[in-house]
């Protein structure tokens, strides 16, 4: 039984993310990982609450990121929260450290996934905090899409 072409598994979700900022852009990228960092995503063992990226020398770091250590490595494991050198294209890194530096934008991990083919990627996104009044209109939008549905949901 083969996987279909576009099936993605998902390991971590930074779901606080879309409430305390607007993404303006996503981008996928791929993570400079060790064997046993692999081995403790395939188990699902990976936050990244409070983790960011942010431009260190040519390239993007993922920062504070945690992936739990793989118990049956023992001494040979790898540090939690190491940062992580993230793979982007050349013209992604400029863009994003302009927006960085210029335009004071925030870069934050939405998610951590293994795509079609089994590899680790993780989703970015460029984004600037939500002040107050935005996340009480966010929060009262959501609401009002959750009555409606009920309400369609009764009535049909």
Excluded: C
């Amino acid at each position: 039984m083969s996987k279909p072409a576009n099936e993605i598994r998902l390991i971590a979700e930074n779901r606080r993310a879309r409430f305390d900022y607007i993404i303006e852009d996503v981008f996928e990228a791929g993570i400079v990982l060790t064997g046993t960092e692999v081995k403790s995503l395939r188990a699902g063992r990976a936050t990244i609450a409070e983790s960011y990226a942010r431009p260190e020398g040519p390239g993007m770091m993922l920062i504070n990121a945690n992936i739990a250590e793989y118990p049956p490595a023992a001494q040979f494991n790898h540090a939690p929260k190491r940062p992580r050198q993230l793979l982007l294209h050349r013209k992604q890194i400029n863009r994003l450290k302009g927006a960085v530096e210029r335009e004071g934008r925030t870069i934050i991990p939405l998610r951590i996934f293994f795509n079609a083919r089994g590899i680790a990627k993780i989703e970015i996104g460029l984004a600037h905090g939500k002040k107050a009044p935005d996340k009480r209109a966010s929060e009262k939008e959501k609401d009002w899409k959750r009555d409606q549905a009920r309400l369609m949901r009764d009535r049909g």
